[in-house]
């Protein structure tokens, strides 16, 4: 298994619905975990950080983070065009890593299109 | 405004040249970063630096060099030995004593071989 695996898309979904990422981790990721958003020819922005079990919420946007099953989510309520982007799901560093804490693994992406 | 520039934003380059990148931070940042994208790749780590004068290998580093001279300054230079240079180039940044592991980055350099 990769260390972070996401669906690559494209997702598709209508102006006003609930958009749904993914993202899957194995062992050797640390259970911290980062949502970044990524236009098209941009640099990624962090959206939404997640260090515990369970959800966390900052208003049109959900991460779900489930260590049972090392999954990791983001909902988009009320999708808009603008939420149109690329997003990247990244871990913590390794365990027992000896770098800095900010060395991520990234995943490769999931490319989101709302539909007006 | 505190953040990450990169210069310059695109480059072209001819085969067999080297040429460098540009990262600067006014964040006070320990840590700084240089990632690769490719389309649909993701982000591949180059190389990382901790701390001024140090610096390690990250998952790409063949064909790439780098120096931490400055904390604010940690430039990438991409070498004739580096067989597909062409991509997205990205320099991060963080505070490498946090826990939150979040980075920050720059705008992006494009690197174009000819």
């Known amino acids: 298994q990769k260390e972070v695996e996401q669906n690559s898309g494209p997702l598709s979904v209508p102006e006003g619905a609930i958009a749904s990422l993914n993202c899957t981790y194995s062992?050797?990721?640390?259970?911290?975990f980062f949502w970044y958003r990524q236009y098209s020819g941009k640099s990624p922005e962090l959206i939404m950080s997640?260090?515990?079990?369970g959800d966390k919420e900052d208003g049109r946007f959900t991460a779900q983070l489930n260590k049972a099953s090392q999954y990791v989510s983001l909902l988009i309520r009320d999708s808009q065009p603008s939420d149109s982007a690329t997003y990247l799901c990244a871990g913590g560093p390794p365990r027992n890593y000896g770098g800095s804490q900010g060395n991520l693994i990234f995943g490769k992406g999931t490319k989101l299109s709302v539909k007006p | 405004d505190g953040g990450i520039t990169q210069s310059p934003k695109y480059l072209f380059r001819k085969e067999g040249q080297n040429v460098t990148l540009s990262c600067e931070q006014n964040?006070?940042?320990?840590?700084m970063y240089w990632y690769r994208q490719d389309p649909g790749q993701g982000l591949r780590l180059i190389y990382y630096?901790?701390?001024?004068?140090?610096?390690q290998k990250g998952d790409i580093a063949e064909g790439y060099s780098v120096s931490r001279e400055k904390k604010e300054s940690f430039p990438l230079t991409v070498t004739s030995a580096q067989k597909n240079p062409t991509a997205f180039y990205l320099c991060?940044?963080?505070?490498?004593?946090?826990?939150?592991?979040?980075?920050?980055f720059g705008e992006g350099s494009r690197l174009t071989v000819l």
């Open positions: 991060a940044s963080s505070r490498a004593r946090s826990n939150t592991g979040e980075l920050f």
């Open positions: 062992d050797r990721v640390s259970q911290s």
């Open positions: 964040l006070n940042h320990d840590a």
């Open positions: 997640i260090y515990s079990n």
């Open positions: 630096s901790q701390i001024v004068n140090d610096f």
